[in-house]
């Protein structure tokens, strides 16, 4: 059974592969033969750009498309601009195109997906057009259009043809990764209720609930350019991945909870909140049955709906039989806290659930605010990745100018391709690598089919029997993950080394420098990439664990307009950068992470609550904060004792706001207090003494 599945598993990917390899061959020659016939000057940049914007999913062609025809009309204009006000000084417009260069790279590290993309491609036609440009200074409009005319028509081509022709779409997987994941949730609640206050997120797999969820949203962001379905129900997949990440939250702090008081011997506290916790399994199941689809969790909707008064009432009940019993103040005050996390976590459950029920309906329009995505994206390292990439244009268009080198264009416009292009890789150094490969690989080819295979070609249809095969075995290297970027590095070279044009000349001379040229701008990009790189493993950790208490100490003094899912949104793109970057440290950081979601959590909630201490609030915050940015056992001593003083001074008011205040400064200090905690949090940032992750090696 298992080979059977196996065999047709690898079937079905080989198929995936070669209609991938057979669309973009046909989406090549398709704006390779539209160039020519236009006699356009440069038809291999449309071949180029075929290879750049080709995607297996339809979604992402079209997408990559998209920001590329924005960042190729934003990156026009800008050089003509800058043309305009220095085209009689080559020296300061070669300064002014590398500092936009840098902006655009900066840019490019700042955003994600392939938004980042329109940057990389708004430096990479300054280059295109400003190069040549500068030299001609009175055909630079009509380089201008004919250049984005070339790269308009190689995306138009790869986004047609993929659309059309066997098209792969993104939307069922991103329908199967929302059922996933909340059938996953549920079937942990199951778990987790069976035992409650028991197990904890971080016996299961964190990253399926902490990180993962972030994955949801990229799928969002390309399905919405393939399918209108995806379009309609966009903001009901953003308020699902908002309710989700809340909701863990949440769940992650009960449990917490639950631990402090196992450690604190409230047992009756913990045996009376026990039968209300089991009671919450049958209520988000279908007979024992965990919902697989929307239309099985409308059933849940409504068990939730009517779960939640009773659920108020229960916990009322049972606090009663507590103090009858003449339960101890401190574990009267365990019960009220865990209380109210419990209701949160039902209403929340409720809501991701009612979010989820709704995908079912195309007219559905959310009735709570839908929060925009937020990522963790560090000021410095972009500053930094900016910095390299000007420094790197700076050195090739000094070397051009001094020594007059024909192919210094060509270089320097490689050099920005490959800084802008793994400006937010993991392994930039990698990546430069496998691109000079094929680089490499391609040069040879371009030789090959220069001296023997061309010159026999008297028609389009010769010219592309010849040159079909080479693109197939680099689209086969580049459709495999592993090595997509020699595959694509492969044909980039194919296609500007050839001279691909209605006038073919063959030299076999000015090839070679053209490819040469290419792989020293390349060589100089990793250069710059080995001159300001990430350091070392403890560089690393310090650096992750400085921004994890940055980004918590902030909750103290943010506006809290939007705070929460801006908090739960930066904490878990930061671990998902750790796993990307930094695996080997995911496991270290992950349990302090989930600690710094809870405690950020607890402050914010402290926040949102109404206080007639707003002095005494703002002064405990300022200490607060201190404690975080620079932990020791004497700020955290002082903040415990303002904690104390404000929680006094709430408990002296006679308002209902202020026992639920009391709550919230209870479970702040709580936290702080768990030794467990901050003797994690303060041994990894006791190794921070200053340094970073970019930095100069």
């Known amino acids: 059974m298992n080979n059977a599945w196996s065999w047709s598993n690898w079937i079905r990917q080989e198929s995936l592969r070669w209609s991938f390899i057979a669309k973009t061959c046909a989406a090549a020659m398709l704006a390779l033969f539209i160039s020519f016939r236009l006699d356009l000057e440069a038809p291999g940049t449309a071949l180029v750009t075929v290879f750049i914007v ?64 329109a940057f990389v491609l708004a430096g990479y036609t300054a280059c295109l057009i400003g190069f040549p440009a500068v030299q001609n200074p009175d055909q ?7 250049r984005v005319s070339e790269i308009y028509i190689g995306i138009l081509c790869t986004a047609v043809i993929s659309d059309v022709f066997w098209p792969q779409h993104l939307t069922p997987q991103l329908v199967q990764n929302v059922r996933q994941h909340y059938h996953d949730l ?28 972030l994955d949801l949203e990229s799928l969002r962001a390309l399905a919405v350019f393939e399918d209108p379905r995806s379009r309609i129900r966009s903001d009901r997949l953003r308020l699902f991945s908002a309710d989700f990440m809340r ?21 009756l506290a913990l045996n009376a909140l026990r039968p209300i916790v089991q009671s919450l399994g ?22 939730l709906g009517s779960y939640q008064p009773w659920l108020v009432l229960h916990l009322q009940d049972t606090r009663l039989r507590l103090q009858a019993h003449h339960c101890l103040e401190q574990e009267l005050d365990a019960f009220d806290d865990a209380s109210a996390l419990l209701t949160r976590m039902v209403s929340e459950l409720y809501d991701l659930t009612g979010t989820y029920a709704s995908l079912l309906d195309s007219r559905h329009k959310p009735k709570r605010p839908v929060p925009s995505p937020v990522f963790f994206t560090p ?34 416009t490689i050099a920005c391709i490959a800084c802008a292009l793994f ?75 050839l001279p691909l044009q209605n006038t073919m000349v063959f030299d076999g001379v000015m090839l070679l420098n053209n490819g040469l040229a290419q792989l020293l701008g390349l060589a100089i990009a990793g250069i710059a990439f080995s001159v300001l790189q990430r350091g070392q493993i403890k560089q690393q950790r310090d650096y992750y664990v400085r921004h994890l208490a940055r980004t918590l100490a902030a909750t103290c003094r943010t506006p809290l307009k939007h705070l929460p899912h801006q908090f739960d949104g930066r904490i878990r793109d930061l671990m998902r950068q750790v796993m ?118």
Request: with cysteine; aromatic share 8%.
């Open 282 to 303: 049958l209520e988000i199941t279908l007979q024992g049955q965990i919902p697989q689809c929307a239309a099985e969790s409308t059933p849940i909707l409504r068990q």
């Open 54 to 117: 080709a995607q297996p999913q339809s979604g992402m062609v079209i997408a990559k498309g998209f920001y590329r025809l924005v960042g190729t009309a934003i990156g026009s204009i800008v050089t003509l601009l800058i043309l305009a006000a220095f085209a009689q000084n080559p020296t300061l417009f070669l300064l002014a195109i590398s500092l936009w260069i840098g902006i655009c790279v900066a840019c490019a590290a700042w955003f994600r997906d392939f938004q980042a993309y």
């Open 247 to 267: 909701l863990t939250t949440t769940l992650q702090a009960l449990e917490q909870m639950g631990h402090r008081m196992r450690n604190q011997k409230q047992w």
């Open 186 to 213: 549920i079937a942990y609640l199951v778990r987790a209720v069976a035992q409650p206050l028991d197990i904890s997120i971080q016996q299961e797999d964190p990253l399926r609930f902490v990180i993962r969820i």
């Open 423 to 497: 400006a937010s890789v993991a392994q930039p150094q990698r990546a430069v690598r496998h691109m000079a490969v094929g680089f490499s690989a391609g040069l040879m080819a371009a030789m090959l089919m220069n001296l023997m295979v061309l010159p026999y070609m008297h028609s389009f249809v010769e010219l592309s029997l010849g040159i079909v095969p080479f693109i197939i075995c680099g689209l086969w290297v580049a459709s495999r993950p592993e090595t997509y970027g020699m595959g694509t590095a492969f044909c980039m070279m194919l296609s500007t080394a």
């Open 580 to 697: 990307l970057r930094s695996p080997h440290l995911i496991h270290e950081l992950l349990p302090c992470a989930l600690s710094v979601l809870e405690l950020g959590d607890a402050i914010i909630r402290l926040r949102l609550q109404p206080t007639s201490s707003i002095p005494a609030l703002k002064k405990t915050l300022r200490q607060l904060e201190l404690s975080l940015r620079q932990p020791s056992q004497l700020s955290r001593q002082q903040a415990m004792g303002l904690l104390r003083t404000l929680m006094h001074q709430t408990e002296a008011t006679p308002q209902t706001s202020g026992e639920q205040t009391g709550a919230h400064i209870r479970r702040v200090l709580q936290i702080i207090a768990d030794d467990p905690w901050f003797a994690r949090f303060q041994s990894l940032d006791a190794h921070y003494a200053g340094q970073g992750v970019s930095r100069a090696t």
């Open 140 to 146: 630079a409009f009509d380089l201008a259009i004919t």
């Open 379 to 412: 000021s410095m390292e972009v500053i930094i990745t900016g910095i390299r990439a000007v420094l790197a244009m700076l050195v090739l268009n000094v070397f051009w100018i001094k020594t007059a080198w024909p192919q210094g264009a060509l270089a320097a």
